[in-house]
Nanobody, 120 residues
Framework: QMKLAESGGDSVQAGGSLRLSCTAS?????MGWFRQAPGKEREMVAA???????KYAESAQGRFTISKDGVTNTLYLQMNTLRPEDTAMYYC?????????????????WGRGAQVTVSS
């Protein structure tokens, strides 16, 4: 079974930057980053939706950038201008590609998470 492993979580001060990495054991186009803060529901942060199309949460727009190295099957999340409200466990996820619908199906594979803590 495909496996995902996140790295790069850390504690930083507000205004700082972090880059999360997610190494996948095999290629999958549909991948994304999600986060879950204590007491809150998990939310999508950024995702590769369709070729050439990326999705961002409104709170991440302009500050976070998702990218992928297709050679190493590594997904990245560059996070700049971090805020205390960005504090959460960040998860890498993968979804199957639907050939018939030409879009990503629901995310069904998750990494174990990387903790990001932003202090004010």
């Amino acid at each position: 079974q495909m496996k995902l492993a996140e790295s790069g979580g850390d504690s930083v001060q507000a205004g700082g930057s972090l880059r999360l990495s997610c190494t996948a054991s095999e290629y999958r186009y549909c991948m994304g980053w999600f986060r879950q803060a204590p007491g809150k529901e998990r939310e999508m942060v950024a995702a590769l939706d369709r070729p050439g199309i990326t999705k961002y949460a409104e709170s991440a727009q302009g500050r976070f950038t998702i990218s992928k190295d297709g050679v190493t099957n590594t997904l990245y999340l560059q996070m700049n201008t971090l805020r205390p409200e960005d504090t959460a466990m960040y998860y890498c996820a993968a979804a199957p590609w639907s050939i018939s619908r030409r879009s990503c199906e629901s995310y069904n594979l998750w990494g174990r998470g990387a903790q990001v803590t932003v202090s004010s």
